[in-house]
């Protein structure tokens, strides 16, 4: 099979807490698999172009999400013929603020987003920062680290990722975090997120398979301390 192609969307000005992790975590996981990866970095000003097997995108800060946002239009298209066509995805916080319709600063205006996900985020005074478990009924308890004021709002049909059970999630109030839309996630969760949640990393690598060879069996890999750190992370305070 040929290397699987990873795209990794502006790693220079968008990975916050620990964002690169999920890179490596993919890469090691899908070699542990028997998979061969190719990375490839696009930031600002690059040319984008070709086919990839799975996104990542992290996050950043509001200031630093404006140069990205206007790019990220010249790859609309581009990105969106990707994950239409069933490519997973991940989106990180700011990433998840981009791939959503706009973003609402409160110092720096409106950044549009490209509309892969239906939702809309709009700065609010409240810091929602620290560590979040939330549960969704496939993959289970996922665990991870928040740190936004942005307030994401889901569109009426959207799905979330998970049902917050500590911490504030998308926005708070609403007990939802993130969004799964085809293929792809938008979280609010660092971390990084993907070492201690391996039933996520399984799930972007069996989608990035997918059409290469959907017959490809993953191989039965030992969590046994990917799971207990994410046990341990259950247990930490608020
Ligand atoms: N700047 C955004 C916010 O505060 C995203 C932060 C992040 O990526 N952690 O809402």
């Not at 490596?24 to 542990?32: A, G, S, T």
């Not at 990433?95 to 809309?120: A, C, P, R």
């Not at 998308?170 to 975090?177: H, L, P, R």
């Amino acid at each position: 099979m040929r290397a699987l192609r990873i795209l990794h969307l502006y790693p220079d000005r968008m990975s916050i807490y620990g964002d690169i992790g999920n890179i490596i975590c993919l890469q090691k996981r899908m070699q542990w698999h028997g998979l061969q990866t190719e990375y490839i970095a696009n930031t600002v000003n690059e040319k984008l172009q070709g086919k990839f097997d799975l996104i990542f995108m992290g996050g950043g800060q509001d200031r630093g999400q404006i140069p990205v946002g206007n790019d990220l239009q010249t790859k609309k298209m581009l990105i969106k013929d990707h994950i239409e066509s069933g490519v997973p995805a991940l989106t990180v916080c700011g990433g998840y603020q981009l791939f959503g319709k706009y973003f609402l600063t409160k110092d720096s205006g409106k950044i549009e987003g490209i509309s892969v996900f239906d939702v809309v985020t709009k700065a609010t005074e409240v810091r929602m920062i620290g560590n979040v478990v939330c549960v969704n009924d496939e993959f289970g308890t996922i665990v991870g680290f928040e740190n936004h004021s942005g307030a994401t709002t889901l569109g009426e049909d959207a799905q979330p990722l998970a049902r917050v059970t500590q911490g504030s999630g998308n926005d708070g109030t609403s007990g939802f975090e993130g969004i799964i839309y085809k293929n792809a996630i938008g979280t609010y969760l660092h971390g990084p997120l993907l070492p201690k949640n391996p039933m996520l990393t399984d799930f972007l690598i069996t989608q990035s398979i997918q059409k290469i060879d959907s017959n490809f069996e993953l191989k039965k890999i030992d969590d046994d301390i990917a799971m207990q750190a994410n046990a341990f992370a259950q247990k930490l305070p608020r």
